[in-house]
């Protein structure tokens, strides 16, 4: 079945600098992958996705990268801010394009 | 809000005991979901509905069961509770499959 891997669990960083997220995917068919942040007490979101026919999207301080090949994806944050601290989940969906399969999370935490 | 609510948002329950959650959405969509969020896991799918009474299992759907006789209610029953399904659960809402989830706020729930 579908599985994805998440690394890493947890994500130290100094205001202003980069992070990097990154999962692996099983499933060779799979054609979406988004990504969800959710804060402290809070319901997640979605904060960027992409689709298996583009490599690369960016939104503003955030990028998603696609490697088909390698069957991986990851989550790019630029001048990272401390409202930036939170649990990232990365998430591909099932064989039957009808449910998401959550990784599970990775806890960024910002220091200014 | 986001057109999804969650009751009750708290609820502590005796072990052996029926639990019932309840999912209900103002933004008639097709498919509704149970997840639960444990730490360590992640959000794990235990249950979907992608129609008025069509649903189907995710990969932690053991001692649950649900219910969905209107499009927008979506009820998640616990059928003898076990301390092991203390967790938080959220329901999300999609218009078409895996693709942009709303989330609910979350339902805790603490089986003593």
């Known amino acids: 079945g579908e599985n994805v891997e998440q690394h890493p669990s947890t994500l130290s960083v100094q205001e202003g600098d980069s992070a990097v997220i990154k999962c692996t995917y099983s499933?060779?068919?799979?054609?979406?992958f988004p990504w969800y942040k959710q804060e402290l007490g809070k319901r997640p979101q979605l904060i960027i996705d992409i689709r298996s026919n583009v490599g690369e999207k960016k939104d503003q301080r955030i990028a998603v990268t696609l490697n088909k090949t390698a069957k991986h994806f990851s989550l790019h944050i630029t001048e990272t801010q401390p409202e930036d601290s939170a649990v990232y989940f990365c998430?591909?969906?099932?064989?039957?394009?009808?449910?998401?399969?959550f990784g599970k999370g990775t806890t960024l935490s910002v220091s200014s | 809000d986001a057109g999804i609510t969650q009751s009750p948002r708290h609820k502590v329950t005796e072990t052996g005991t029926p639990v019932t959650l309840r999912c209900h959405q103002t933004e008639n969509h097709r498919y509704m979901y149970w997840y639960r969020q444990d730490p360590g896991h992640g959000l794990r799918l235990i249950h979907y509905s992608y129609g008025v009474k069509d649903t189907d299992k995710g990969e932690v759907s053991d001692g649950y069961s649900v219910s969905r006789s209107k499009t927008e209610d979506f009820l998640l029953t616990l059928e003898s509770a076990t301390s092991s399904q203390t967790s938080v659960y959220f329901c999300?809402?999609?218009?078409?499959?895996?693709?942009?989830?709303?989330f609910g706020s979350g339902t805790r729930l603490t089986v003593v």
């Open positions: 999300a809402i999609s218009e078409s499959g895996g693709y942009g989830y709303t």
């Open positions: 998430a591909e969906a099932n064989q039957a394009g009808t449910a998401l399969i």
């Open positions: 499933d060779s068919a799979s054609n979406y």
